[in-house]
């Protein structure tokens, strides 16, 4: 069975600093993609990174990077220069490469504190 | 940028009722999903359809729902007759290919069964 684990039900950070939002998840495939995905309130989840297994090199997008470790199934987002506008539900997500579903976590209520 | 959209936004139905909720994928691709949110649940694959017909379904996915595209532009979910647990937020999601590609999320269509 594929399961996704997000421990921090809710985290908050002031504005302009680092936070990171953890993600384990578990399969028994080797081939898969892993994805955080931002869901401000009221709004629709849009895609913040991507990363995929078979690549050591840790995903970045700005100010977004991702800490991959695929031996403990880990797969945490950080976020640098934290801004007001990054206030969302953040969920962790990832699919094999041999089917269609995402598996989701259940979420991670993030604030940035002005 | 192109968007998927669902309406409507919030729905109210009596339990035994027929409920229709409507996406409009983003137009260029091919993949359709539907996923369910229980409130303080986790994100929760429903469907997947791509040329006309299911492609992938999970075990949430019994009798009571069907899906189509009635068109070249609309993606419908439809439960014949509502339980209280199927009290949840609808998301849609469409993409280019299927398996690791980036899905793409609606807003949501907010689910109240009474």
């Known amino acids: 069975a594929q399961t996704v684990t997000q421990s921090q039900p809710e985290m908050s950070v002031q504005e302009a600093e680092t936070v990171t939002l953890s993600c384990t998840y578990d399969?028994?495939?080797?081939?898969?993609?892993l994805f955080w995905y931002k869901q401000p309130p009221s709004r629709q989840m849009i895609l913040v990174i991507r990363q995929e297994a078979y690549k050591q090199q840790n995903a970045t997008e700005n100010r977004f990077s991702v800490n991959f470790q695929k031996a403990a199934k880990s797969f945490s987002l950080k976020i640098s220069d934290s801004q007001l506008g990054d206030t969302a539900m953040y969920f962790c997500a990832f699919t094999l490469q041999t089917g269609n579903q995402f598996y989701f976590g259940t979420g991670t209520s993030l604030t940035v504190i002005p | 940028e192109p968007e998927v959209t669902q309406t409507p936004s919030h729905q109210v139905t009596q339990m035994g009722q027929e409920v229709i909720l409507r996406c409009v994928p983003i137009s260029n691709h091919l993949y359709f999903y539907w996923y369910r949110q229980i409130l303080g649940q986790k994100v929760e694959f429903l469907v997947s359809?791509?040329?006309?017909?299911?492609?992938?379904k999970s075990e949430i996915f019994d009798d009571q729902f069907s899906v189509e595209r009635p068109d070249g532009s609309n993606f419908t979910l439809k439960i014949r007759s509502t339980k209280l647990e199927d009290s949840a937020m609808y998301f849609c999601a469409s993409s280019e290919a299927p398996g690791q590609e980036t899905q793409y999320f609606g807003p949501g269509t907010r689910l109240l069964v009474l």
């Open positions: 399969t028994s495939e080797s081939n898969y993609y």
């Open positions: 359809f791509y040329n006309n017909e299911i492609s992938e």
